[in-house]
């Protein structure tokens, strides 16, 4: 019997097919740990965004938002610890070349790793030695030790450097956040499943300052925002759990991983870290300047704040939104292959295209009727346009690729200026007036939850 369920598989796929995601440099034989984002994903990964930067600077008065460079001084990854502790022990297999890190057992057994024998070939591995994971180049001409330069292996750190120009030119008082959206690099030893690990990839993060003793109820509180967040865009919470680190960061006090489910099994979406003053003292030593923030609503109190950190990967998140939509669900019973359709049940404000408008047929002036109500559309919405092939493989299409409402121009529609809206979840249709069509599509994104 054939297998509905989703794999990691039929997501890169329907990824491909559809144009959410190519391998890089494909024509090239692909670069590994990298990956481009096409028409349909980059308007998922923006909508994701968008969300992301809604809840976080929006609906948070104290939240301001920051867009640093990618490249920062060297110092700062001195400062951060990244240089001295931002790696992975890896091994390699003398036979096979297969090369593992040695802490991760999906990798490799610590089994194997005591006994020094490769899980692949049985071959003699290497002693575990220490690989730093950020991605060194040089800047200006000459490439010596004087030219170094990172790319950034978080995003966190240009927040830090930043903390006290923000602070100061926006007078903003503690408690308050900056969140930030950018690339960040990993020289990841082990690319697999896709999108989720990475070398290049992007982190949706928020540093919250507190006052020291403030920093356990604050961290509490950021769990409690964050895990209820992804439910408000039709995740589904059982397929969300915590895990709590007994191993910590170099720079943390208590740390907390959301997990989602994705087709391997629970694997980290966002960690949730308490930073305590570590960052920003490090910084204060390195650079020489003086950051700890100045309290003028308690005599001038002075104190380096603690930060609770929000860390999400956006382009995990479009792995896990993508996941989560996706099912093959069983429609009709004829015995052939109309019988399932293949359907992502994006939340509507998540969803590339959020309305697709598909005259019955091109002629008779029904494709010309149905420009026009597209036109009235677009202002409001990502619409698309399709009037090639049969209605039913038309929503089928649209199916595949999560738009949620479809709305068909038919030839009552010419008489009565009435359309056809279906409901891309529920395959439900109703009749409306066009003069009714925008706000009803308002209406149907605000009170949307998945069935
Ligand atoms: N500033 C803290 C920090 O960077 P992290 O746990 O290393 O913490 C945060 O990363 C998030 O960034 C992870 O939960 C994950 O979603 C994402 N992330 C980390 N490494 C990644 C990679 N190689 N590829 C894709 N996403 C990654």
């Keep these: 019997m054939e297998n509905h369920a989703v794999s990691m598989e039929k997501i890169v796929s329907l990824c491909k097919r559809r144009g959410f995601v190519f391998q890089s440099s494909e024509i090239y034989?692909?670069?590994n740990g990298a990956w481009d984002y096409g028409p349909l994903g980059i308007a998922l990964k923006n909508n994701i965004q968008k969300a992301?930067?809604?809840?976080?600077?929006?609906?948070?008065?104290?939240?301001?938002?920051?867009?640093?460079?990618?490249?920062?001084?060297?110092?700062?990854?001195?400062?951060?610890?990244?240089?001295?502790?931002?790696?992975?022990?890896?091994?390699?297999?003398?036979?096979?070349?297969?090369?593992?890190?040695?802490?991760?057992?999906?990798?490799?057994?610590?089994?194997?790793?005591?006994?020094?024998?490769?899980?692949?070939?049985?071959?003699?591995?290497?002693?575990?030695?220490s690989f730093n994971l950020m991605f060194k180049t040089s800047i200006g001409p000459a490439e010596d030790s004087s030219s170094v330069i990172y790319l950034r292996p978080e995003t966190a750190q240009g927040i830090y450097v930043n903390y006290k120009n923000i602070a100061q030119s926006n007078r903003l008082?503690?408690?308050?956040?900056?969140?930030?959206?950018?690339?960040?690099?990993?020289?990841?030893?082990?690319?697999?499943?896709?999108?989720?690990?990475?070398?290049?990839?992007?982190?949706?993060?928020?540093?919250?300052?507190?006052?020291?003793?403030?920093?356990?109820?604050?961290?509490?509180?950021?769990?409690?925002?964050?895990?209820?967040?992804?439910?408000?865009?039709?995740?589904?919470?059982?397929?969300?759990?915590w895990h709590h680190h007994d191993k910590l960061a170099h720079y943390a006090k208590d740390a907390y991983d959301i997990e989602f489910e994705f087709p391997m099994g629970?694997?980290?979406?966002?960690?949730?870290?308490n930073r305590t003053d570590f960052d920003l003292t490090q910084h204060t030593e390195y650079s020489g300047k003086d950051l700890q923030y100045i309290d003028q609503d308690n005599g001038n109190e002075r104190f380096i704040p603690y930060i609770i950190e929000t860390s999400a990967?956006?382009?995990?998140?479009?792995?896990?939104?993508?996941?989560?939509?996706?099912?093959?669900?069983?429609?009709?019973?004829?015995?052939?292959?109309?019988?399932?359709?293949?359907?992502?049940?994006?939340?509507?404000?998540?969803?590339?295209?959020?309305?697709?408008?598909?005259?019955?047929?091109?002629?008779?002036?029904?494709?010309?009727?149905?420009?026009?109500?597209?036109?009235?559309?677009?202002?409001?919405?990502?619409?698309?346009y399709d009037q090639s092939g049969a209605i039913g493989k038309r929503y089928r299409r649209q199916d595949e690729i999560g738009t949620p409402f479809c709305i068909t121009i038919d030839y009552d529609s010419k008489e009565d200026n009435t359309v056809t809206l279906r409901f891309r979840d529920s395959m439900e249709q109703v009749r409306i007036a066009r003069s009714d069509l925008v706000s009803r599509i308002r209406a149907e994104i605000k009170s949307y939850s998945r069935a």
């Excluded at 598909?358 to 698309?384: H, N, R, S, V, Y």
């Design 29 to 31: 034989g692909g670069q």
């Design 52 to 129: 992301w930067w809604k809840e976080m600077t929006q609906l948070h008065d104290n939240i301001v938002g920051l867009d640093a460079a990618i490249l920062m001084h060297p110092r700062v990854w001195e400062a951060s610890g990244h240089v001295a502790n931002f790696s992975d022990p890896l091994v390699d297999c003398k036979d096979c070349k297969s090369r593992f890190r040695a802490d991760d057992d999906t990798q490799i057994s610590p089994e194997n790793v005591e006994k020094r024998t490769c899980p692949k070939c049985g071959g003699p591995l290497t002693e575990p030695r």
């Design 173 to 241: 008082k503690i408690p308050f956040g900056i969140a930030q959206v950018g690339k960040a690099f990993r020289n990841e030893i082990v690319t697999k499943n896709f999108i989720f690990r990475t070398c290049e990839f992007e982190q949706m993060e928020m540093q919250f300052f507190v006052k020291p003793g403030e920093d356990e109820n604050f961290f509490e509180y950021w769990r409690e925002q964050r895990m209820s967040y992804y439910p408000k865009y039709g995740i589904r919470k059982d397929k969300l759990r």
């Design 266 to 273: 629970f694997q980290e979406l966002e960690g949730i870290h």
């Design 313 to 384: 990967g956006l382009t995990r998140n479009v792995l896990m939104f993508l996941c989560d939509a996706y099912e093959e669900e069983k429609v009709a019973d004829k015995g052939n292959d109309d019988d399932w359709r293949t359907v992502l049940h994006f939340h509507p404000s998540i969803a590339p295209v959020t309305v697709a408008v598909l005259p019955l047929m091109k002629k008779d002036g029904l494709a010309e009727l149905a420009k026009e109500i597209q036109g009235e559309l677009k202002e409001e919405f990502m619409t698309d």
